[in-house]
């Protein structure tokens, strides 16, 4: 069993599914798993939709209609005048967020968010899997909600596993006798049947729970990167190729910010010793990145990752005493309850620094939760820095004329918090 994953920048138009398509025909075995993303920025254009929604506004329905017509060209390229059905199935699928939206009663903005912003995983999944069978590549369309269950998580499901492998254990078999299965990535479901999302660019983590599940041989993302970078080389011309790394570095770098691969993703695989090979999808005919247990990693070069859009939020008591386990343990809970992820802590005698994503709905809930307790001072638009594998050289090159706001330094990784 192979599990195959496709981000969005390769299925963003009808060229890019055509490449998909013969990626697919190459590698022709029944027996595999596709998880694909919604098709480029569509995630974004929801996330529009969902805000204007949310405000009240009511260009959300031409922000929707927006979506539609963005992909209706891939559509009638693909199928070359034979689209209609293609057409009528992306339009009901437009049609049933639109439901949705006039019959909310509801204001939870989560929950909301993920039945709207799920929506680009079917469509382009829709798309795929039409025009595949088109061209007699053969598969199952899979609706990702019959086999990953959450928690009611919304935004951040957490995979029931019991749940979750005895569905795909049931269901996988069974369409793969025939034909390969594709899929949504991104999208669970609850207890009642509502939509989840695993987090932002969470398809790389839907692969591994599938991977994991099916004891894969071996999971493949493909990419617009040869592989795994030493960073990002939209940031870093410069940047070089790894051949492998270890999961333990693969985890530290997902933990620390590098995009190339979900956090979440490695676990599972580790956890079953499952190969993770990181391709490009421009040149499919050369390897990629092989990420293992028995990686030799004493090579590798210093790793740059960047994380912006950081906010900083600085706390200290109101009664000017020391922070001490009891004020830690009360922001800790609140953080751990609004589902908020702490990338850089660092505490001195009298105040306490927490670096966030700029999530600004959980950030204003959690200020309100502590602010009687707290004088709270939020920086913004900030970025973090973390070098593993650092040298003086780098350090200095990446730091220079900047404004420092935090510095922490281990054996192995240097973080720094900058305005830049």
């Keep these: 069993m192979q599990v195959y994953k496709f981000g969005g920048a390769s299925v963003k138009d009808a060229s890019a599914v055509r490449n998909v398509a013969a990626i697919l025909r190459e590698n022709s075995s ?38 539609y ?9 693909l199928f070359d005048g034979k689209s209609e059905t293609a057409e009528a199935t992306v339009k009901a699928l437009i049609e049933k967020v639109r439901t949705f939206l006039l019959a909310n009663q509801t204001h939870n ?10 929506l680009g995983e079917y469509i382009s999944t829709a798309i795929v899997s039409a025009y595949c069978n088109a061209q007699g590549i053969t598969n199952h369309f899979l609706d990702a909600k ?25 269901v996988i078999p069974a369409l793969t006798k025939d ?8 999208v669970g479901c609850t207890p009642e049947g509502f939509t989840t999302t695993l987090g932002r660019e969470g398809s790389d983590y839907t692969a591994a729970i599938f991977s994991f599940c099916l004891d894969a041989e071996r999971m493949t993302v493909w990419k ?31 933990y620390y910010g590098a995009s190339v691969i979900h956090p979440k993703t490695i676990k599972p695989l580790q956890n079953k010793n499952i190969p993770l090979e990181v391709r490009s999808f421009v040149d499919s005919a050369k390897r990629g990145s092989v990420i293992s247990a028995n990686a030799n990693t004493s090579f590798l070069p210093p790793v740059i990752i960047l994380k912006r859009d950081q906010t900083l939020l600085s706390f200290s008591a109101k009664d000017f005493s020391f922070i001490a386990e ?66 003086t050289g780098i350090i200095d090159r990446l730091t220079k004329d900047k404004d420092i706001l935090l510095r922490q330094i281990s054996r192995q990784t240097i973080q720094v918090l900058l305005r830049e």
């Design 30 to 67: 029944k027996d595999k798993v596709v998880v694909i993303s919604a098709m480029g920025k569509t995630t974004n254009e929801l996330e529009k939709v969902v805000n204007l929604y949310d405000a009240k506004d009511a260009a959300w329905q031409a922000a929707l209609e927006g979506v």
């Design 69 to 77: 017509d963005k992909h209706l060209p891939i559509i009638r390229d």
């Design 109 to 118: 903005y989560n929950f909301i968010y993920d039945q709207v912003v799920s």
């Design 146 to 170: 019959e086999c990953i269950h959450t928690d009611n998580a919304y935004t951040e499901g957490k995979i029931d596993w019991k749940k979750t492998e005895k569905a795909i254990q049931t």
């Design 179 to 186: 034909a390969f299965v594709i899929t949504q990535g991104f």
């Design 224 to 254: 617009d990167v040869a592989g795994v970078m030493n960073g990002d080389p939209k940031e870093f011309p410069d940047a070089q190729f790894l051949s492998e790394i270890s999961y333990l570095e693969a985890i530290e770098m997902t």
């Design 326 to 391: 009891d004020h830690l343990s009360k922001v800790f809970s609140v953080f751990a309850a609004h589902r908020l992820r702490i990338n850089m802590m660092q505490n001195a005698a009298i105040s306490f620094s927490i670096c966030v994503d700029t999530k600004k709905e959980k950030i204003e809930n959690i200020i309100e939760e502590l602010q009687d307790d707290f004088q709270i001072v939020r920086n913004e638009k900030l970025t973090l820095l973390t070098i593993r594998h650092y040298n």
